[in-house]
């Protein structure tokens, strides 16, 4: 699987849009990205995942860049309880008898400020 | 839908002695996967079961097992417990071979070993 870079930490404002970038350089055609948070002492959530399209659902959105080497998660209005770890992960979708694991970085810590 | 349960929630057991973890997955998901989260190596991945076989392993020792039952309940167990054992485990589950990826994620059981 590719490897992930994200930054560290951000800040956010409550209810302003939270932009957490991923870069995922040597992402390969078949693979897709990968959004998951964890809050604090829960299991991580699956929030969304996309190949190559903009993707958007009732938690956020993806954004991908037309060459695939980066990727931004976007939570349109930032809450207290959006505060948590986000981990983005670069993975093929369906390997059939392979490996379905999940290889999880540091990610970034988003901190929701009120 | 009932999510991921794990039981027991919290467990502290003394070093040289052995655990057993328990997960039920989401009704109607059969893969089931393993990861152990501390605070310096992260989200690690330690196997995955589907139809009560171990499909895939991480790099961990053999103290480290599990099984799979029929009804896809699996159990993690570890031998000869180590300080450094400490850690949440986490099961998360998934539909393998479904049309999407998505993996859901119990809450953990936190194994403190004194």
């Known amino acids: 699987d590719a490897k992930t870079t994200q930054p560290t930490s951000m800040d956010c404002a409550e209810g302003r849009a939270a932009n957490l970038p991923c870069n995922h350089s040597t992402i390969s055609g078949n693979e897709y990205v990968y959004w998951y948070r964890q809050i604090h002492s829960q299991g991580p959530q699956y929030i969304i995942h996309?190949?190559?399209n903009n993707e958007t659902n009732e938690m956020a959105s993806l954004i991908i860049t037309e060459d695939r080497k980066s990727s931004t998660l976007i939570l349109p209005h930032a809450t207290l309880r959006d505060t948590a770890v986000y981990y983005c992960?670069?993975?093929?979708?369906?390997?059939?008898?392979?490996?379905?694991?999940?290889?999880f970085g540091k990610g970034t810590k988003l901190s929701v400020i009120p | 839908k009932a999510g991921v349960t794990q039981t027991p929630r919290y467990l502290i057991k003394t070093r040289g002695q052995q655990v057993t973890l328990s997960c039920s997955p989401i009704s109607g998901h059969r893969s089931v996967s393993w990861y152990q989260q501390t605070p310096g190596q992260g989200l690690q991945f330690l196997f995955e079961y589907f139809s009560e076989t171990q499909r895939n392993k991480g790099n961990f020792p053999g103290r480290f097992s599990g099984r799979q039952f029929s009804n896809s309940r699996s159990e993690m167990n570890v031998s000869t417990l180590e300080l450094g054992d400490s850690a949440l485990y986490l099961c998360?589950?998934?539909?393998?071979?479904?049309?999407?990826?998505?993996?859901?994620f119990g809450p953990g059981t936190r194994l403190t070993v004194t």
């Open positions: 992960i670069v993975r093929v979708k369906y390997s059939g008898a392979g490996s379905y694991q999940l290889t």
């Open positions: 996309g190949l190559k």
């Open positions: 998360a589950s998934s539909v393998r071979g479904g049309a999407s990826y998505e993996q859901y």
